[in-house]
């Protein structure tokens, strides 16, 4: 069974593995090896089991038959956190759980890909967290996460990246992007900055006034 890197003071973020589409072993692994938490959804606990991850925290609601002392014998030690909210995600109760336990960042897989609606809420549910979680989507195509009203971050030339708003954002600023924003606005279903590029290897630098706005790093 792989374990993971445990760093003190947690100092790198924890891991959430939800239950969509897998992503490749390879970022798994860079993943696993330096989180000092790793955190499953009780609807993929099995999937994780077959690929002899160790978890630390297994939680949800768990609606279906589950044998709580299989997964004690199987993982010990592990903290199994069953939460019984209709009106709350699984996702949504991995997160809480950390806030709660003072952790400042995860870094979460598996999310996106299968279910739509899946996909869509966990997209867009971020935004609940701003302040109190930094959270990062990470799949075999893009990593996704809230941008603060000023970013800069050095990118390749050619770094496909996409702006998506959830709700309405407002006041954008753009640099070194091939299709720039001044001053504009962008709204989701109406007008979004999906697939946009790096324009020459350097920062790029976004900022913006109102609004929750998504940064997509996606590749091919």
């Given at each position: 069974m792989s374990s993971h890197h445990i760093v003190r003071d947690d100092q790198e973020p924890a891991l959430i593995i939800a239950n969509g589409e897998s992503c490749n072993r390879e970022l798994l692994n860079q993943l696993l090896e330096w989180s000092p938490l790793v955190v499953v959804l009780d609807s993929a606990v099995d999937r994780v089991l077959e690929l002899g991850i160790k978890i630390d925290v297994l939680i949800g609601d768990f609606d279906r038959g589950f044998d709580y002392n299989r997964y004690k014998e199987l993982q010990y030690p592990i903290e199994i956190i069953k939460i019984e909210?209709?009106?709350?995600?699984?996702?949504?109760?991995?997160?809480?759980?950390?806030?709660?336990?003072g952790i400042p960042a995860v870094n979460v897989v598996w999310a996106t890909g299968r279910r739509m609606d899946h996909t869509f809420t966990n997209l867009t549910n971020m935004v609940k967290y701003a302040g109190q979680l930094k959270v990062v989507l990470l799949d075999d195509y893009s990593k996704v996460f809230l941008l603060p009203k000023h970013y800069k971050k050095w990118y390749p030339a050619g770094t496909t990246i996409s702006l998506i708003p959830i709700g309405h954002v407002e006041n954008i600023y753009t640099e070194n992007l091939d299709y720039p924003l001044c001053n504009e606005s962008l709204t989701l279903g109406f007008r979004t900055g999906s697939s946009n590029a790096v324009t020459k290897d350097g920062t790029v630098s976004i900022r913006y006034e109102k609004g929750y706005l998504l940064m997509m790093e996606c590749n091919d």
């Open positions: 909210d209709q009106n709350s995600t699984d996702l949504d109760k991995a997160y809480n759980y950390l806030i709660e336990k």
